[in-house]
C-alpha cells in the first residue's frame, strides 16, 4: 500500500514531484495555517507530516498519529517540535539546514543597514511628499554601518555567515557562544567575548542568531537591552521569544537603545495593534529571513527528500534528532 502523507501549507512543485512519486499527498490547500484540530484530525492515518514552524506538532499530535514513521520540518528551526516525545516514540525529524544561512544573514544585514540608515523611516518621509527642502544638513542623520563593532550571538552556520558580511564592511566582529569557535576565529578575525554583558556593551550592533531553546528563552531582557550602548542597534532574524518583547518596545521607546530591526516576534503574526508598530525606529518583517525563491526551492526540496528518506526506512538526510537510530525503533 502506497504511504500517505500529509503537507501543511501549499510548497514548491519541485517538491511535490519528489513526494508525488512515493507517497499519496494531502496537502492543506489554505493560505492561512492548518488550525491545530485539524491537524490534530489529519494525522491519524498518515505516514509522513511535512510541516511548518507554524504547526504545533507536540506530543498529543504525535500520539494521534500511530503511523507515522517521520516528521520533516519545512525550516532549520523546530521549537514548533516535541523532539523529545518524537524521539521517545522513534520518529526521526528532519530540518533545512545549511542552504538558508546566507539567505538568512543577507536579511540581518539588510535590516542593520535598514535601521541605522533609516531606509523605512526615509522611504515614508519621501514617498508621503513630507520632503520640502533639498540639501539639508541635518536630514534624516544615521549611522556608519562600516567600521562599527557588530556583536553577533550564536555562533552558528548563520551567525559566521553574518561575521563574514560583518568583515566585508570593515567591521570589528564579536560574537558569543555556548562554545568557542577557533575554526571561526581563524578563518574570519573574529573576538570571542565571554560573557553576554561585555558583548552587550561593546556592540554597536547586535545580531541573534540562537535556536530557541529552555537557555534561550528571554535570552535578551530589561536588564540585558540596559546594557546597551544608547545607540546602539538590535537585529532579530532569530525566534521572537529569544527577546522579551515588551522590555524591547520599552528601551526602544525610551531611547535607552536607538533602533531595532526585526523579523520574528514573541506570537506570530505579529497583532496589528502591537504598541511595537507604532515605533518609528524599528524596521519589520514578517519572518522572511530564508524567503529567496532559490533558497525556499532548496529547503522544500531538503524537506521532501528528509520526508521519502523516512518513509523508506532510510536514515534522513539532515536529522535533529539522530539518536533515534540507535535507541529507537526508527
Ligand atoms: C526559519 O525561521 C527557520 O527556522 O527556517
Ligand atoms: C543554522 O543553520 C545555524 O546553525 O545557525
Known amino acids: 500500500m502506497k504511504s500517505v502523507v500529509y503537507i501543511t ?33 489529519q494525522v491519524r492515518e498518515i505516514d509522513g507530516l511535512l510541516c511548518m514552524l507554524s504547526d504545533k506538532v507536540d506530543a498529543a499530535v504525535l500520539d494521534a498519529a500511530p503511523r ?11 521549537d514548533n517540535i516535541n523532539v523529545a516525545k518524537a524521539t521517545e516514540k522513534g520518529i526521526p525529524v528532519g530540518n533545512t539546514p545549511g ?19 533609516r531606509i523605512a523611516e526615509a522611504d515614508r518621509y519621501t514617498r508621503n511628499g513630507l520632503w520640502k527642502t533639498t540639501a539639508n544638513p541635518g536630514l534624516m542623520i544615521g549611522q556608519d554601518v562600516h567600521h562599527s563593532t557588530l556583536g553577533i550571538i550564536g555562533m552558528g552556520r548563520i551567525g559566521a555567515e553574518m561575521a563574514r558580511r560583518g568583515k566585508g564592511f570593515q567591521m570589528h566582529v564579536l560574537y558569543h557562544n555556548r562554545n568557542r569557535r577557533q ?28 535556536p530557541l531553546t529552555e537557555d534561550t528563552r528571554k535570552l535578551i531582557g530589561a536588564a540585558e537591552l540596559a546594557m546597551m550602548k544608547p545607540t546602539a542597534i538590535l537585529v532579530n532574524t532569530a525566534r521572537g521569544q529569544v527577546v522579551d518583547q515588551k522590555a524591547l518596545y520599552q528601551a526602544l521607546k525610551s531611547g535607552k537603545i536607538a533602533a531595532a530591526g526585526i523579523d520574528v516576534y514573541e506570537v506570530e503574526p505579529v497583532a496589528a495593534d502591537d504598541p511595537l508598530l507604532t515605533l518609528d525606529n524599528v524596521v519589520f518583517a514578517p519572518h522572511i529571513g530564508s524567503a529567496s525563491l532559490a533558497t525556499r526551492t532548496k529547503m522544500a526540496v531538503m524537506a521532501a527528500e528528509n520526508l521519502v528518506a523516512g518513509l523508506q526506512g ?17
Do not use: Q
Open 9 to 41: 501549507r501549499k510548497i514548491f512543485p519541485e517538491a511535490i514531484d519528489i513526494i508525488g512519486k512515493v507517497a499519496e499527498i494531502k496537502l492543506w490547500e489554505s493560505e492561512s495555517a492548518i488550525p491545530y484540530g485539524t491537524l490534530l484530525e
Open 68 to 78: 507515522l514513521k517521520v516528521v520533516s520540518n519545512y525550516a532549520v528551526g523546530y
Open 99 to 117: 542552504v538558508l544561512s546566507e539567505t538568512t544573514a543577507d536579511l540581518a544585514f539588510a535590516l542593520r543597514m535598514a535601521a541605522a540608515r
Open 183 to 210: 575554526d571561526i576565529e581563524r578563518e574570519l578575525g573574529v573576538e570571542y567575548v565571554a560573557t553576554l554583558p561585555e558583548l552587550l556593551s561593546r556592540s554597536d550592533f547586535v545580531s541573534l542568531h540562537v
Open 314 to 330: 532510510k536514515k534522513l538526510p539532515n536529522c535533529v534528532n539522530p539518536e533515534v537510530y540507535k535507541w529507537g525503533k526508527g
